[in-house]
């Protein structure tokens, strides 16, 4: 388990890069849960006129088929930020100081080099159908528009984790400062410590 870390005003350029992201983020992953949740109206509505008046969407294949690239990837470069990736942490979590965060280095360098991968190719694709015109085979919507979102989302992941990347050489450099642009990970009694506080926060408000 991660927590995101950043102290307000620290890090210098690195913090205001840090911050400069996170409304880009934050409202990338709004979009991500609205599709989500515009999927859910649509498929509700879907059975309701399927069902009692016979007369399904036109084209509802189509745009469940469109809606995936916002829901699976314009979330990522948020999910970084809060550390919520699935990461296996059973060696680099008895990791300390330097030997951390040269993993963590290593690791994010990695994940730059697949990211900028993906967003040349998913670029690619988008042009490719783009110029031919590519549509979906029933309702003939275009699909360039669900194929830009690729690249889009991905370069705002790449972004976030060349701040991740800078952050960990910054405390690479000097293990003693305090993290700026990184997910920090919890031992199991810090991960169980913070949910019963934040339980317990929840629980005083409520209780107002």
Not at 22 to 49: C, H, K, W, Y
Not at 86 to 106: D, N
Not at 184 to 198: G, L, P, S
Request: aromatic share 10%.
């Amino acid at each position: 388990m991660n927590t995101p870390t950043s102290a307000p005003e620290a890090g210098g350029v690195l913090g205001q890069l840090d911050r400069a992201m996170r409304p880009v983020e934050d409202l990338a992953n709004l979009l991500a849960a609205l599709a989500i949740f515009t999927l859910m109206v649509l498929g509700s509505a879907q059975i309701l006129f399927r069902t009692v008046f016979n007369s399904p969407i036109a084209g509802y294949i189509d745009l469940v088929e469109l809606s995936m690239a916002s829901m699976a990837f314009l979330g990522a470069a948020y999910c970084q930020r809060m550390g919520a990736h699935i990461r296996m942490e059973i060696l680099i979590g008895r990791f300390k100081g330097r030997t951390l965060w040269g993993a963590e280095i290593i690791g994010t360098l990695l994940a730059l080099f697949i990211i900028g991968v993906l967003i040349y190719h998913g670029w690619g694709h988008f042009m490719r159908a783009y110029e031919l015109g590519d549509s979906t085979i029933d309702a003939e919507y275009p699909v360039w528009p669900s194929k830009l979102l690729v690249p889009i989302a991905f370069a705002i992941w790449w972004v976030r984790l060349f701040v991740q990347l800078l952050g960990s050489i910054r405390l690479f450099h000097d293990p003693s400062l305090e993290p700026v642009g990184i997910a920090r990970i919890q031992t199991v009694a810090e991960q169980a410590k913070d949910e019963m506080d934040h339980a317990l926060g929840e629980d005083a408000e409520g209780g107002k």
